[in-house]
């Protein structure tokens, strides 16, 4: 015997009874080491000393099912379950070690003696049905628990076990209707009933989703089916599941936990969504939070396009004399915001408001609104209007707005210059990207000034393409071939081909012009890998490999490069052998 085996059994006999439980803490480390033999005679030492020592013997449990030794547990049970008939734990254990030996009969007549002693428990039958779930035996488990359920009645009777049962076996519609007999039952299992439910395989969320929402289901059911949509990112849907829910008293508390799952999403209507999900808190919370509530739920509507509601929740907000300071500001805000958003003759009133310097706008929130004005300006062709709206700010925001203004004018040096000032990170990624792209293309423009090229790049922002096309290729023509001209003519290429249809051609057209020109610059080898694109889109894959080809053979330092191999593998994949 092993000196750490012999201290252990030295240490249970001479030590007192009430001490004895210090002695598992051996046991316990031989099993934590794997020493499984050694543990069970520690444990086996302990349960000789004291029949009803539940640690020990749940110790016996564990490492003598992994000797294989199961059947010494038996009687070690049954003499302590005697000596203690109304110990739950020796009661479930007893169950266990009838499923480990298979012995389904002794089983079932231990779990319904227990039962007899305790009949108005459904412990009896829950852990009949678990001892069996542990060994994969479903529908085993799954009549146990139904006996319990027809022999104590109500349909919420052992519904998360039988719920947990079907999603083991893959039963996932059985275990939504099980889900939503506990949430009736019992409303703190709604959040583990979504938790459960939203790992069901995606061609099944269909069905989920009609047992949850049947014409029985009652409102908490069905908001573990707005949840579900929500996670599985249908906002829209959500909405018009969860919204008819609100008449009873849960009814705030639900509509935050929407509002807080509807934000963890980041597509426009889960803005919306979230938006009108505030909406309705706000009315159900005390002023001052409701006035917070309803200036968050505005911005979220904004998100989400959804102008006419947010202009709707701001009635009153914003000029109410009773609400707090800060939710005044975010209410005037988000108003402003709407009405910049709406544009038209809206924009001269959000502009007398922004000029109005008692309006209690905060500066920042200032700073966002004369940008976004400008930019409306923008859009709208207003340059010098656009320009006054960002007024002296000097953030990098507003220095890189004013970069695209002289840009629009065609004052290209102008335009450099303030990309340059802002730097390569101002803004989001995506302005900061369109603007790295602009330099690139200014470098090649040898000129300072090029009204032309200005005015098509303003078509081109003001949504109107076709004429933008048409503008560049005439802004290129008055460029020399190496100073710019190739470069403008890509992007007109580019925004043809995004068009498509019709405008292919011209795409086209526009690409084999740039190819033959060829030349030093990053013009030649992306108008090649767009052509390319253009050709494998249509289906013409075998006409888009040479173009690839001859790019990567003729531009080999081209940073298109890596992007027009794994195109070119996408194109003869495409390609069947013959």
């Not at 426009?268 to 706000?282: F, N, S, Y």
């Not at 910049?340 to 408001?353: F, K, S, T, Y």
């Not at 890509?490 to 051609?505: C, F, I, N, R, S």
């Amino acid at each position: 015997m092993k000196p750490s085996l012999k201290l252990a059994l030295f240490l249970l006999i001479a030590v007192p009874a009430l001490a004895r439980g210090q002695a598992l803490s051996p046991g316990f480390e031989l099993e934590r080491t794997g020493r499984y033999a050694d543990a069970a005679t520690v444990y086996l030492t302990i349960v000789r000393a004291d029949p009803i020592n539940i640690p020990a013997l749940l110790g016996l449990e564990r490492v003598l099912f992994v000797l294989n030794r199961m059947p010494e547990l038996l009687p070690l049970v049954q003499n302590a379950r005697a000596r203690a008939p109304d110990n739950v734990a020796l009661r479930s254990l007893e169950l266990r070690t009838y499923a480990a030996l298979n012995e389904a009969d002794s089983l079932e007549t231990a779990a319904l003696r227990w039962a007899a002693v305790a009949p108005q428990s459904d412990a009896p039958y829950r852990e009949w049905g678990l001892a069996l779930v542990d060994h994969r035996m479903w529908d085993d488990a799954r009549r146990a628990y139904l006996i319990g359920r027809k022999t104590l009645g109500g349909e919420g009777t052992l519904a998360i076990e039988l719920a947990e049962l079907e999603q083991r076996a893959g039963n996932w519609e059985a275990s939504a209707r099980e889900w939503a007999h506990a949430v009736a039952r019992s409303p703190d299992a709604a959040p583990n009933a979504a938790s459960q439910l939203a790992e069901s395989p995606a061609p099944l969320h269909d069905h989920i989703i009609r047992v949850l929402t049947g014409s029985d289901a009652r409102p908490r059911v069905r908001r573990i089916a707005a949840e579900l949509l929500l996670t599985w990112g249908q906002p829209a849907q959500a909405w018009s599941v969860f919204e008819p829910t609100l008449s009873d008293s849960d009814a705030q508390a639900s509509l935050k936990r929407f509002a807080d799952l509807a934000g963890t999403l980041t597509t426009p209507e889960a803005h919306r969504v979230r938006g009108l999900a505030l909406t309705r808190w706000a009315a159900l919370i005390p002023w001052p939070l409701a006035a917070r509530a309803r200036g968050e739920a505005v911005r979220e509507l904004l998100e989400g396009r959804d102008r006419v509601t947010a202009r709707r929740v701001l009635e009153g907000l914003a000029t109410d004399s009773s609400a707090p300071t800060e939710a005044h500001s975010v209410a005037q805000s988000a108003l402003l915001q709407v009405l910049i958003a709406d544009g038209g003759g809206q924009l001269d009133v959000a502009e007398r408001q922004l000029a109005d310097s008692t309006s209690g706008l905060a500066a920042d929130d200032r700073a966002a609104l004369r940008l976004a004005l400008a930019k409306a300006r923008i859009a709208r062709g207003e340059l010098d209007r656009a320009a006054a709206a960002l007024a002296n700010d000097s953030s990098v925001t507003a220095v890189a707005q004013r970069g695209w203004i002289a840009l629009y004018r065609g004052d290209l040096k102008g335009a450099m210059e303030s990309f340059r000032q802002a730097g390569p990170y101002a803004t989001d990624r995506a302005a900061a990207t369109d603007r790295t792209a602009m330099m690139a293309l200014l470098q090649r423009v040898q000129q300072e000034s090029s009204p032309e090229l200005g005015a098509a790049l303003l078509t081109l922002a003001r949504g109107d393409s076709t004429n933008a096309i048409a503008g560049l290729r005439r802004a290129a023509g008055h460029l020399p071939v190496q100073g710019g001209r190739l470069e403008v003519l890509l992007v007109a290429g580019q925004v043809a081909a995004h068009l498509g249809g019709e405008h292919d051609v011209t795409a086209i057209a526009l690409f084999d012009e740039i190819v033959r020109a060829g030349g030093e610059g990053a013009a030649p080898p992306a108008a090649e890998l767009d052509w390319a694109r253009l050709l494998m889109r249509e289906g013409r894959s075998g006409e888009a490999i040479p173009h690839l080809e001859h790019l990567i053979l003729t531009y080999p330092s081209s940073a298109v490069v890596p992007e027009a191999r794994r195109e070119l593998e996408r194109a003869k994949g495409a390609i069947p052998k013959s």
